[in-house]
Each structure stands twice: as structure tokens, then as C-alpha cells.
């Protein structure tokens, strides 16, 4: 029998739509699965596995040092810099809060006047919920980007079996395109208004571009007019659920449970979501 190995990358055009509802339902009715939190800057997936065993590790990222003595005032690295992270006022200044560690200037530097240096932008926490393994990324808090932390996640789940749910950050900037680059599948999340409909177009343009498979899961949905549900229909996106707008489910979310694991009611929804999921990525 074949190992499977499927990512499944769930996203949303802005935060609050129910992304982290749906990929730890779908992680926890899997069973042997593995969650992974991309939201970097604001993760709460770990608030409703409570994981155990949690193991730590540091994300570092390379920052210019120079030594004064040898730097010529070239302005070299300066005129590189995309990002303005180096000025040249009478000496040579860095900025490491807006340097982006490509390591231009210190290849550029003519003098060899730029080393590097360390410096911790936030960690990776590992740990286990039943059979479920929780990967948490964690940006330090005024940190310019956390793509150096999803780079870092995204690498230790390539040798995981099984399905893997990656909790993708919200809306489209470059972190979600780091997130969703490896996946085999894009579940899309969208609520029933008009600025729902905006945001899910918005995201529904990235997986186009990125040319990954995709569905919709329409959250929050009650009996009036769903202009999400709308455009889906107008652009012919598959629908692979509708979760009602559902009081005891957003208490359990808000007391930080996991729906499927505290009402078997809400164990069938997810389940049934899983499934047409699974047959969209097989």
C-alpha cells in the first residue's frame, strides 16, 4: 500500500472567517495527522490541542555586521539594498529591523568589510494532542517577517506521513505565498457577506496563480442571500461544505475546544468535510 503524503493548505482573505476552526477539526477526525500553525504572528491553534511533550527551538536569521576598519564607504552594499536596511553617513549604518537576510551586501562588499551575525526572531514549538503533532510557529513581536519561521516548518514536515493541515496566515502578502507553495490542495474559507465574497476572491486569485487545486468552505452560513456562496456559483469553485452560523459551536471554539472532539454532531460535519476533501486531492 502507497504512503500518503498530502499538505493541505488552509486559507482566508482576512482573519476571523474560521481558518483555524476547520484546520484543527479536519487534523483532529484524522487522527494520525499533523497540524502546522503558519499563522506566525498571531497563532492559536496550540490554544485548542493543548499540546504535551512541547519541545522548543529557536529560529535565527543572519543580520550584517561591519567592521568599521575596513569598510571604504563604497556604498556598495548601500545602492544593493532593496529594502534601505543600509545607509552611509559618515560611516556605515544598519538597520537590522527592516533587513531582510538575502546577504547581498556581505557577497557584494568589495572589502570584505560585512560579516554576519545571529539573531532570534522567534521559535518553533512542537508537541503532541492525542494523535495529532502540533507545530506552532512563533514570531517575535516587532519582527519585520516570518517567512524565515514558515521556510523552517515547512521544511521539518517534509519527511511527515499522513495528511497535513497547515494553518495558513490571513489574507495574501508573501507569507501566505510561502505557506501554500508546497501544498497539494487550498481550502479556501469564506463568511456569507459581501466583504466575505471580496476577500475570498482575493485568495481565490492567488491559488490561481500559484496553480494549485482548491474548495470552498462557506462558514457562518444562515438562510439569507450569501454573496460568497454567489460568486462561487458565478466562477464555478467547488463547495465542500457549508457550516451553519451555530451558537454551541462558537461556544466551544471560544472556550477553546475542539468541536469534533466535544459533540458527535459536529464530529460528522468535519468528517464529511474530510471526506470531500479527500476526494478532491486523490
Do not use: W
Amino acid at each position: 500500500m502507497a504512503i500518503i503524503n498530502k499538505k493541505i493548505a488552509i486559507l482566508s482573505g482576512k482573519g476571523g472567517t474560521g481558518k483555524t476552526l476547520v484546520s484543527v477539526n479536519l487534523a483532529a477526525v484524522e487522527g494520525v495527522s499533523t497540524y502546522v500553525d503558519c499563522d506566525v504572528e498571531e497563532p492559536n491553534g496550540h490554544l485548542f490541542f493543548k499540546p504535551d511533550n512541547i519541545a522548543i527551538e529557536n529560529i535565527n536569521i543572519a543580520i550584517p555586521l561591519v567592521n568599521a576598519s575596513l569598510c571604504t564607504g563604497c556604498k556598495k552594499c548601500v545602492n544593493f539594498c532593496r529594502f534601505n536596511a543600509l545607509a552611509y553617513i559618515g560611516k556605515l549604518m544598519i538597520f537590522e529591523e527592516v533587513c531582510h537576510s538575502c546577504g547581498g551586501c556581505v557577497l557584494l562588499c568589495p572589502e570584505k568589510a560585512l560579516t554576519e551575525k545571529y539573531k532570534t526572531i522567534g521559535q518553533i514549538q512542537t508537541g503532541n494532542s492525542q494523535q495529532v503533532s502540533v507545530m506552532s510557529g512563533i514570531l517575535n513581536t516587532g519582527e519585520v517577517s516570518g517567512v524565515p519561521i514558515i521556510k523552517t516548518l515547512l521544511n521539518r514536515i517534509k519527511e511527515k506521513q499522513g495528511y497535513i493541515f497547515i494553518d495558513c496566515p490571513p489574507g495574501s502578502a508573501c507569507i501566505v505565498m510561502e505557506s501554500i507553495k508546497d501544498a497539494d490542495y487550498c481550502i479556501l474559507v469564506a463568511e456569507p457577506t459581501i466583504f466575505g465574497a471580496h476577500n475570498l476572491k482575493m485568495v481565490h486569485e492567488l491559488v490561481k496563480l500559484f496553480k494549485k487545486p482548491y474548495g470552498v468552505v462557506l462558514n457562518k452560513c444562515t438562510l439569507g442571500e450569501n454573496p460568497s456562496e454567489i460568486y462561487c456559483v458565478e466562477n464555478g469553485i467547488k463547495i465542500l461544505e457549508k457550516i451553519p452560523f451555530d451558537a454551541e459551536l462558537g461556544k466551544i471554539s471560544s472556550d477553546a475546544h475542539i468541536s469534533a472532539r466535544e459533540n458527535s454532531k459536529y464530529k460528522q460535519l468535519f468528517t464529511s468535510l474530510l471526506a470531500n476533501v479527500k476526494e478532491a486531492v486523490l
